[in-house]
């Protein structure tokens, strides 16, 4: 059983809008910081985002374009991505993991991916 569930991703324009959404299990949901990461082809998997209750952390490629937010009584995270790159296209992928401060974050838990392609 999957215990975090991406969906939204697909093709956009370059300056373009997409909104992931990430359903996780309510274990894991109030346990753990919510994260993003992301897989662009021939590259390493990068961090994108992390919430905790009172903290949200960027890459800092993505900041101003990118919010992450969360759900509590959905056990729902997600990544609105605006004025999207080229760069952005990557699969991304859900996480969930310990936040230390300052800006130390660990994925536990992962989901499969979903993948976002930024094309004209």
């Known amino acids: 059983q999957d215990q975090l569930v991406e969906s939204g991703g697909g093709l956009v324009q370059p300056g373009g809008s997409l909104r992931l959404s990430c359903a996780a299990s309510?274990?894991?949901?109030?346990?753990?910081?919510m994260g993003w990461y992301r897989q662009a082809p021939g590259k390493e998997r990068e961090f994108v985002a992390v919430?905790?209750?009172?903290?949200?952390v960027y890459l800092e490629s993505v900041k101003g374009r990118f919010t992450i937010s969360r759900d509590n009584a959905k056990n729902t995270v997600y990544l609105q991505m605006n004025s999207l790159k080229l760069q952005d296209t990557a699969v991304y992928y859900c996480?969930?993991?310990?936040?230390?401060?300052?800006?130390?974050?660990?994925?536990?838990?992962w989901g499969r991916g979903t993948q976002v392609t930024v094309s004209s």
């Open positions: 996480t969930a993991g310990d936040y230390s401060e300052p800006t130390y974050y660990t994925p536990r838990f």
């Open positions: 309510g274990s894991i949901f109030g346990t753990y910081a």
């Open positions: 919430t905790t209750n009172d903290r949200k």
